[in-house]
């Protein structure tokens, strides 16, 4: 078990809310507007802010060619996949809902840990996966029916999990040597210019002019996730276990189920309150320090 310091844990509330009240601002966006269009803008938005960061911050651009590699590796993981499907997913879910999906990747993140990577998990990290676990199915109950009827949304939204989870255990052992804002920097601008691509092949026909509804969407993702969040989750997944960094974080999608019912008018039912129970039981078992024998 890992313990945080003060400032691990300030980041963590603050990447916490600002990530769960994005899930109800993805769906307005990803509604307002064809869904990949509405990621590009954010992301290319975002670009002046992070290049300012870096310029005030005196933080090289530079990356050894031998690093590359292993940058576009952690690229295609962590954002690429990520971001291509799961914005695509979250046209056709609740905005809770699909945050549940896309939390699930704690659950991937441990057993490709184990699988993968021969790590060992103690019998408090396994309870808290089973209870993230039982959360997620819960927050599903009411949600069965639906998704039936959008299987491609589904696998989507479970794919992308997947995928970040891979991301973060090999963020986790990576060689690197750059700065993590170096890194947020090329990541952010390489899955940029790829989903540029895919939006020009499979959305030019439907591009209009962003509603003020939709430019609030586009400003916060550019502001707030991208510009912002982003580098601070890169930065705790780089200093913490890979249980710690991801159960620690599955207050995220309770937030985003809440703000969505609150924004939206998503509705809830018993079985939302009883996961975020199980949802701050999965985070105490991996952040609360063991009891000294």
Known sequence: MQKLSQRQLLTLVAVTIIWGMNWPMMKLGATGMPPLSFRVISMWLSMPIIVAALLVLKTPFRVPRAQW???????????????????????????????????????????????????????????????????????????????????????????????????????????????????????????????????????????????????????????????????????LARHLTPVASTLSVMMIPVIGVFSGALWLGEVLHWQDWASVALMVLAIASVLLPAKQT
């Open 69 to 235: 590699p292993e940058l576009l590796k952690i690229s295609i993981f962590n954002m690429m996949i990520w971001h291509s499907l799961m914005i695509v997913a979250v046209k056709s879910l609740s905005s809770g809902r699909a945050a549940i999906l896309g939390y699930s990747m704690p659950i991937f993140s441990a057993v490709l840990g184990v699988v993968l990577f021969g790590a060992k998990l103690s019998n408090r990290a396994w309870g808290g996966v089973a209870a993230a676990g039982v959360g997620v199915i819960l927050l599903l109950w009411h949600e069965f029916t639906n998704l039936s009827g959008n299987p491609l949304a589904v696998g989507m939204a479970l794919m992308s999990a997947l995928s970040w989870a891979m991301g973060i255990q090999l963020l986790r052992r990576t060689t690197l040597t750059i700065p993590t804002l170096t890194i947020s920097f090329w990541m952010t601008l390489l899955t940029a210019v790829l989903m540029s691509c895919l939006a020009t092949l499979l959305e030019r026909q439907n591009w209009a002019m962003p509603s003020p509804t939709t430019w609030v969407a586009i400003t916060y993702n550019a502001v707030l996730i991208f510009g912002c969040a982003q580098i601070l989750w890169l930065w």
